[in-house]
Structures are given as structure tokens and as C-alpha cells.
């Protein structure tokens, strides 16, 4: 369970960053035929096909994130 003063700096941190939900949609899943990961990590495809959908960067020092290809990668090293 969480720590109320926990629950106050969250709310408050999410109040002032604009942070977006990035849904698992059918775009999501259509998308993690167009990734390429070097693993099968399921957890990860789903990060990388988000990513591809959404058109976002993902920020990681994760090797196997950085080595995938079909969506855009910033390494975070």
C-alpha cells in the first residue's frame, strides 16, 4: 500500500508534467508485426510496438531495446 505523503508527490508531480496513457489499442497490436527485437521478450514488444503506434522515443539503456529496429530508440547511456 501506499504512503499517503506518497499518493500527495505523485498527484502532485502528475499535475504538473504532462504525461499521456499510452493505451495497448489495436494500432498497438497490429505494430508488434513491424517491431524487431533481438529476444522475445513480450514486455518489451509491447514498449516498442507503443512506440512505433504512438510515434514516440523510447529512452532506455536496456541493450535490448537499443538493438531492436522498426521504432525510434534515444540510448540513455
Known sequence: MLHPDGARWIAAALSQIPFREATITHEVMLATNQVSLPQRDPADRFLAASAKAYDLTIVTADERLIGGS????????
Open 70 to 77: 522498426g521504432y525510434k530508440v534515444l540510448a540513455n547511456k
